[in-house]
């Protein structure tokens, strides 16, 4: 059960929190291209989809985690206190300040209201956070996988 639980952990990993990752960071150049040109529109909305939807899809990447190291009996190890934070900071950062900039932004498309665009910095803070705990769920210090301090 321990490696069904963390496969499906590392897929919903993959597959939901990486599309966030690339649609998110595409996201600024492309409200500057969308802003000069208003046909780009579209490629905006498709982005600040895709970032929306797969956001509420990984909610499964904690939830299947938490399963994981519960049956583990791992959920008191500091490296996973550690990444839980962190994984709560990049969903406060998505939820705070991504989405509702790429909603800002798309809805004022087609407007005269200027497009000023201010997401790099969060987009980075995100994909920052979640490299981090991407190495502490590898590194696992203490474990007993050969891989660690």
């Not at 963390?6 to 492309?30: E, Q, Y």
């Not at 498709?46 to 583990?72: D, N, S």
């Not at 900039?101 to 995100?126: I, Y």
Request: no cysteine; glycine share 10%; hydrophobic share 60%.
């Amino acid at each position: 059960m321990n490696a069904f639980l963390l496969s499906i952990h590392v897929l919903a990993a993959i597959l939901a929190i990486g599309p966030v990752a690339v649609a998110a960071s595409m996201f600024p150049s492309a409200a500057r291209l969308a802003s000069d040109d208003p046909e780009k529109a579209a490629t905006l909305q498709v982005l600040h989809r895709t970032t929306r939807v797969y956001a509420v899809i990984g909610v499964l990447v904690p939830v299947f985690g938490l399963a994981t190291g519960a049956r583990m009996g791992v959920l008191g190890d500091t490296w996973l206190i550690v990444s839980l934070i962190l994984t709560a900071a990049a969903a406060a950062i998505l939820v705070g300040l991504i989405l509702p900039g790429q909603k800002r932004v798309v809805g004022a498309l087609g407007s005269d209201q200027p497009v000023t665009v201010r997401l790099g910095m969060p987009t980075g803070m995100f994909n920052l956070l979640w490299a981090a705990v991407v190495v502490l769920m590898i590194y696992r210090p203490g474990s007993t996988t050969g891989v660690g301090w």
